[in-house]
């Protein structure tokens, strides 16, 4: 029997399709809001902006907007609940990507307020979890993520407002899906683990992301890129935003993550010059890294062929970092050797090992194909 197995499974309501949008007024009076907070961006508020109509006439709210910074850290999370505090408001709603998604459930969390989000992109599952990455102000990350026991009050996301966004935002989000299973494979197919019926719910989420991704994510890219709300299209942004979310919800910590978004945090901790490539590209090739540490090289062949087709990176070269400063590289295995995370893996994990599987892997891609960024 697990201890303290946390399970918290996603929003308390959730929709996409549609006209979403228009149901925030009346999910806001059931929570009896009054004063409103939205936290937004630049680009994709002013897409999102005109689904948002009838929260603007609502006559029973006071809404405010404020605009982020650009970053999920402690100092803009208290600078906006200071803002929380000043204007009595008792209901927050993030607009926008993942960054700002987590931004807003960390300024929920220290100004204790309700909160919801409305994604305007699907490139990881952040709008759904109750977890935040945190950052710098000036874009490293910070090593830590902040969890709260805490839903989202609600989410709700319309299929125009996220076919409309970049392509390779998209791509990554397939990305750092895929991830789900890989992160979780080894662990939950442990025998003391077959039985328990949270982490068995996460093992099927991890692997319907896998299978739908291997499946519908071509089309489903092919079919954004042409502006058609295609059934895969639908399928694949949902997959990457809400069941990849319930992975974690389900799970906890024996699936959340390992190996490839502890060398994702590490490097990013590290070398700003790899900040160009989105979260999701990076995961993508903290697969590859994690594959390479469980010696699964035949998983990496099969993978090739689909990390090709998508411009996807493969190795600390395609990321720009290697050959790596020796110094820089030692703080990168120690930070990524400290997290707890990557110990799951039912076997011994160095930074010694951490460092073969890195070095290893960039042998082994450097006989592939090169990496291409058109």
């Known amino acids: 029997m697990l201890q303290n197995l946390q399970v918290k499974i996603g929003p308390e309501f959730y929709c996409y399709s549609e006209g979403a949008l228009d149901l925030i007024p009346k999910l806001l009076e059931e929570h009896s809001a009054k004063n409103v907070l939205v936290i937004h961006g630049t680009k994709s508020w002013e897409k999102a902006k005109p689904y948002l109509g009838k929260l603007e006439n609502t006559k029973t709210l006071s809404t405010y907007y404020e605009k982020y910074h650009g970053e999920c850290s402690f100092n803009e ?5 200071d803002i929380c505090a000043d204007k009595n408001i008792d209901f927050i709603i993030g607009v926008g990507g993942g960054k700002l998604c987590d931004l807003t459930m960390y300024t929920a969390s220290i100004a204790h307020t309700k909160f919801a989000t409305v994604p305007t992109l699907a490139s990881n599952c952040a709008p759904w979890t109750p977890l935040a990455v945190m950052y710098k102000d000036n874009g490293l990350a910070e090593g830590k993520t902040v969890h709260i026991n805490r839903q989202a009050s ?26 789900k299973w890989y992160e979780s494979d080894m662990i939950l197919e442990e025998g003391q683990y077959k039985n328990e019926p949270m982490l068995q719910m996460a093992r099927y989420a991890a692997l319907m992301c896998k299978d739908k991704i291997m499946k519908e994510a071509e089309p489903a890219i092919n079919d954004m890129k042409s502006g058609k709300m295609s059934d895969e299209f639908v399928h694949i942004s949902e997959i990457v935003i809400a069941i990849a979310g319930l992975v974690g919800g389900f799970g906890d910590k024996y699936s959340r993550n390992t190996a490839a978004h502890t060398i994702h945090d590490a490097l990013s901790a590290y070398l700003p010059q790899i900040h160009k490539f989105l979260h999701g590209e990076k995961v993508a090739y903290g697969i590859f890294f994690q594959l390479a540490l469980e010696n699964r090289y035949t998983t990496i062949d099969e993978l090739i062929p689909f990390y090709q087709k998508f411009h996807l990176p493969m190795s600390l070269k395609d990321l720009g970092v290697w050959p790596m400063n020796e110094d820089t590289m030692g703080k990168v295995l120690k930070l990524a050797n400290g997290k707890k995370k990557i110990h799951l893996l039912p076997f011994e994990v160095t930074e010694a090992s951490l460092k073969e599987a890195m070095f290893d892997l960039e042998d082994y891609m450097a006989k592939k194909e090169p990496f291409s960024t058109k």
Do not use: C, E, H
């Not at 999370?77 to 609940?81: E, M, Q, S, T, V």
């Not at 609600?154 to 991830?179: C, E, K, Q, S």
């Open 77 to 81: 999370g208290k600078r906006i609940a």
């Open 154 to 179: 609600f989410l709700v996301m319309d299929p125009r407002i996220i076919i409309d966004a970049p392509i390779n935002y998209f791509v990554a989000g397939v990305a750092d899906t895929l991830a």
